[in-house]
């Protein structure tokens, strides 16, 4: 026997088939670009491809092969106003930037200036951390190979702003951290090891971090167009605008700025002088014989002193480094850009991916160059971006929440009726509201807490996450408030039907 929908039912399957009409049309070409497997017979269309699927503006390539140097540049500077991306445009580095720091303390190291066995409070006595409530002693060894046992989570410690004080309340603000292992036990990533090492430099220089990097390492090797960014420079012309994803599209995003965070992420610069970086690293150009002995240092490998990352693996002097092979590596991402540079020191190959976007993308592209550099297939498109990941999933979830708010509208426009036939069925409805009502009521206390549950933020959500994540919990909160509203009211129904 066929079952006919009520007037209520029929409303509910009308709203929700439009709303999936409306987001299929919205949003054809960026469901149409994830279910495409793309292109992967040639490096133009193996970047073009990870750049639809990825929502990426903009892409700049330098590859270089026994000093034979080509650019290749991919969509946009600006999208707004049509800007095409060249070698000269500047991009943020991110942790790319990391190797310069480093190559800088090797400098100073052998200059006199200090030992790289040192301890930090020789040089900033304030900074004293903790393991299991105990003061330790981190070595400037330590923080160059993240062995200092500075938990990851500290980068929610660095602080927005572009004043010259910065860094120093970066540095307060970790100077009395609990480690998460002893200092030189084990290996971990935390950017703000970096922005101690910028806190040093500037002890023993006596000047500002940015200008004695820009003096001893950006002039000598010629790349007269990069520069580190504080926030309180003149925005040069040639800077691409940054992005963020946001319902599988590019958004443009003008990121908070962290000056404190300089020395870990904020070089800008272009492919045009990264040519003379990646040559650098190879010892390919003019350069100061000091300078060069200080980048062949850089990739040498203390298996005592160096972070542990896998086999044949280890972290070093901002690099990462393959002891096998022989390659160099890093990549890089601050909340509106991303990077990714490999080195083939033995070969003589190297390639730099800069994009405009926080993603995976330029490390999908420069590893299959290299592949292909190397007579290897070039992989496809796999969606293991964290950041694309959380904004398919939020928007996925923005969907199905809109759809829930129609229904619950709809529930209240037209009234709650509940139909009682007897004791059994009363039971039945009021145990039914009241499972549902305390439901609701817990559910929206893990919509509020849940970053927090995760070990993050709202602040890193904002800044770093796509902002579909706050649409669903938003639209999700309004969900819970008007289920608890309805559960109230047919409780209500229910105990005056007694």
Not at 23 to 43: I, M, P
Request: aromatic fraction near 10%.
């Amino acid at each position: 026997m066929k079952k006919i929908l009520s007037k209520t039912s029929t409303s509910r399957v009308y709203v929700i088939l439009l709303i999936a009409i409306i987001v299929t049309v919205a949003f054809w070409d960026e469901l149409g670009s994830l279910v495409r497997k793309g292109n992967y017979d040639s490096t133009d269309n193996m970047v073009e491809s990870i750049m639809a699927k990825s929502a990426t503006p903009g892409v700049a390539i330098i590859v270089s092969e026994r000093g034979k140097t080509e650019y290749k540049n991919y969509g946009y500077a600006d999208v707004n106003n049509l800007k095409r991306v060249t070698e000269e445009s500047l991009f943020e580095l991110g942790s790319t930037t990391k190797a310069f720091t480093a190559l800088a303390l090797i400098l100073l190291e052998n200059e006199g200036y200090l030992s790289l066995s040192d301890s930090i409070t020789d040089y900033i006595p304030s900074f004293e951390p903790t393991i299991k409530g105990e003061k330790v002693n981190i070595t400037i060894h330590q923080l160059l190979a993240h062995t200092s046992g500075i938990p990851p989570w500290s980068i929610r410690l660095i602080p927005e702003g572009t004043t010259e004080d910065m860094l120093e309340k970066t540095i307060h603000n970790v100077s009395d951290i609990a480690l998460d292992t002893y200092p030189g036990t084990a290996y971990n990533y935390a950017t703000v090891n970096y922005d101690i090492l910028a806190m040093i430099i500037e002890k023993v220089t006596g000047r500002r971090y940015q200008d004695y990097m820009t003096e001893n390492i950006l002039v000598p090797l010629g790349m007269a167009d990069s520069y580190f960014s504080t926030g309180l420079e003149k925005e040069s012309d040639k800077l691409t605008k940054g992005y963020r994803v946001f319902f599988g599209r590019s958004l443009e995003y003008d990121a908070p700025r962290y000056y404190g965070n300089i020395a870990a992420g904020y070089l800008v610069t272009n492919s045009k002088d990264l040519k003379r970086w990646i040559h650098a690293q190879m010892g390919i150009g003019d350069m100061p014989d000091h300078l060069l002995k200080a980048i062949e240092q850089s990739h040498q490998v203390d298996n005592i002193t160096a972070g542990y990352e896998g086999e044949n693996q280890y972290y070093s002097f901002g690099w990462s480094i393959d002891t096998k092979n022989r390659v160099v590596s890093h990549n890089g991402s601050n909340p509106n850009y991303s990077s990714q540079v490999l080195i083939n020191l033995e070969k003589q190959q190297a390639i730099f991916v800069l994009a405009n976007l926080n993603s995976t993308s330029p490390s999908l592209i420069a590893n299959n160059i290299y592949e292909n550099m190397n007579g290897n297939h070039m992989n496809q498109f796999n969606y293991d971006d964290v950041y694309l990941l959380i904004d398919l999933v939020f928007s996925l979830l923005v969907i199905i929440a809109v759809m829930i708010l129609c229904v619950q509208a709809i529930k209240l426009v037209r009234g709650i009726k509940i139909n009682i036939k007897d004791e059994k069925t009363r039971f039945r409805k009021m145990t039914e509201s009241s499972i549902a009502l305390i439901s609701s009521i817990i559910l929206l206390v893990l919509i509020m807490i849940w970053p927090y549950l995760l070990g993050i933020d709202y602040s890193m959500i904002k800044v770093w996450m796509s902002y579909s994540i706050f649409i669903w919990m938003g639209i999700s909160t309004i969900n819970c408030i008007l289920s608890i509203i309805i559960n109230i009211k047919k409780i209500g129904i229910i105990r005056s039907s007694l």
